[in-house]
């Protein structure tokens, strides 16, 4: 089992930035992808970014150019700096792992854009 903690959420105003975190623990070994996805009001749960154990990246297009992610493997964590937020980034942000083709998902943390 991996549990996935995240942090980081909250209200921003349009332009603004944030940080997540995701903190992974429990049977970490061999955790090959760890990424963020999002479900906005409404929708259904989406894409944002994923990377690799090896440093790959991936992300959606439409948070290209603004949101970086980044992971530690020896903290076991992976972030995802938000830059240049717009409203229709408000969603509730999910890390995910997967090992061994099984996907674990944290508890989920709210982000809202907003003036």
């Known amino acids: 089992q991996v549990q996935l903690v995240e942090s980081g959420g909250g209200l921003v105003q349009p332009g603004g930035s944030l940080r997540l975190s995701c903190a992974a623990s429990?049977?970490?070994?061999?955790?090959?992808?760890m990424g963020w996805y999002r479900q906005p009001p409404g929708k259904q749960r989406e894409l944002v970014a994923t990377i690799t154990s090896g440093g790959r990246t991936n992300y959606a297009d439409s948070v290209k150019g603004r949101f970086t992610i980044s992971r530690d493997n020896a903290k076991n964590t992976v972030n995802l700096q938000m830059n240049s937020l717009k409203s229709e980034d408000t969603a509730v942000y999910y890390c995910n792992a997967v090992r061994f083709s099984v996907d674990y998902w944290g508890q989920g943390t709210q982000v809202t854009v907003s003036s």
């Open positions: 429990g049977s970490i070994f061999s955790i090959y992808f």
